[in-house]
Structure formats: structure tokens, C-alpha cells
């Protein structure tokens, strides 16, 4: 049987528009895949035994926290950072959870950033308010790709940037490297980081209300 011109033409588009999809995809896939090689390569250069002026943990899990009061430990003088810590928590319960001889004044714990570009927002500021010229981000080791290229775009070239990763890279091929490839390919493709980012990178800052002065023996005392 004979197939109508317009059947056969429809037929030939579908299966037109099904190379061009899939085509599209393989690009997509290797792009992502050699980026995150890429910037895996960066991390791993970018690592150094040597002691930085700050550690910055981007709070995720305990281990990051622990890697970086830890390294602080052995740079006497150096700063931690917690960045994106819960916000019910605050620097007394870091003191308490976690055992360590870094002073608590040494140590900044910020709990606006809601994702990683947040936790490369609160980092920048933090290294530019304390004169900081070296940082080391900590971070987990399949995380730490994409915290180098959202870090990078927003610290200043005066400032060092340094790694620390907790745990393995994502061996080849594995599930997990394949969603953190597409989730740092996501960063840069507009669409795809608008339908990847559900929150705000920092949440909003409530200003502190201004309290009333409270003197010893009461605003109205007076004294002879």
C-alpha cells in the first residue's frame, strides 16, 4: 500500500526532529561531562598543603565543618567561615557540637545562603571584610567542581583560592557524576539554572530593631 505524500513527509520530519533532539542531548551530555572534568582538574590543582589566611566551609554536612576547623587548627591566626548554616543554629551550637582549639572569635557563622552561589556571595564578603588574601573553600570532593566556578566568579582576583574536598570524586560514568556535571553545566545556560535554582542564593537579611537604651538604675534616675 501506497503511503499518502503527506503521511511520508510527516514520518520524514518526525524522524528529523528525533536526530536533531537527540543529537542535541549528546552535545548537551558531552559538554556537561568535559566541563566537569575540567573544573575537576582545577580543584585538584588548586589544592595546597600550605596554610591560608581563612577555611570557608560551604555547611552541608558535619564533615566539611570538622575539615575546616581542623585545618584551621594547624594555621594559627587563620579565620573559618560556616556559610549557609541552618538558621535556627548559631556560632554557641557550633562551639558545642564540634570539638576544637580554634577560638571562637576566630570563627564567622552565616546562615543567609540558601545554595552554593550564596555560600560564594557570603565567602567574598567575608575574605573582603577581614583583608583576607588566601582562602580555602571546603566542600565535599563531587560538590567541589561547581563551588570552584560559582567561588571564581565573585572573588576577587587579590584573593587566593584554594580547595580542600571531603571524600572521593565520582568514579567515571557513575550516576553522581553525571548529576553534578549537568548541575554545574546548569550555571551557566540561563534557562536551565532558572529551572535549577528554586531559592534566592541568600536569604533576605531582617534588620535588627533598634532597642532602647537600659541603664543600671532605670532611664529615669537621676544622680546627685
Request: hydrophobic fraction near 35%; glycine fraction near 6%.
Amino acid at each position: 500500500m501506497r503511503i499518502p505524500f503527506s503521511k511520508k513527509a510527516a514520518m520524514r520530519g518526525g524522524v528529523v526532529v528525533f536526530a536533531v533532539a537527540a543529537g542535541t542531548a549528546a552535545s548537551v551530555h558531552f559538554s556537561a561531562m568535559r566541563e566537569y572534568a575540567q573544573f575537576e582538574n582545577k580543584v585538584r590543582t588548586s589544592q595546597t598543603d600550605e596554610p591560608t589566611d581563612g577555611y570557608a566551609a560551604y555547611a552541608g554536612t558535619t564533615e566539611r565543618i570538622e575539615a575546616a576547623l581542623k585545618l584551621a587548627e594547624n594555621a594559627p591566626g587563620s579565620r573559618v567561615l560556616i556559610s549557609g548554616g541552618h538558621p535556627s543554629y548559631g556560632l554557641d551550637d557550633i562551639m558545642e557540637s564540634f570539638e576544637t582549639s580554634v577560638d571562637a572569635d576566630r570563627i564567622t557563622f552565616l546562615s543567609y545562603a540558601q545554595n552554593t552561589k550564596g555560600n560564594a556571595m557570603e565567602t567574598r564578603t567575608w575574605a573582603r571584610t577581614l583583608n583576607l588574601s588566601s582562602v580555602t573553600i571546603v566542600t565535599n570532593a563531587d560538590h567541589a567542581p561547581r563551588a570552584y566556578l560559582e567561588t571564581e566568579k565573585v572573588l576577587p582576583d587579590s584573593i587566593s583560592m584554594h580547595f580542600h574536598v571531603v571524600g572521593d570524586f565520582p568514579e567515571e560514568g557513575s550516576l553522581e557524576r553525571i548529576k553534578q556535571a549537568y548541575k554545574l553545566w546548569c550555571v551557566d545556560t540561563p534557562i536551565c539554572e532558572s529551572m535549577m535554582r528554586q531559592k534566592k542564593p541568600v536569604r533576605p537579611i531582617t534588620p535588627i530593631p533598634k532597642q532602647k537604651p537600659v541603664f543600671a538604675d532605670g532611664p529615669d534616675a537621676s544622680h546627685g
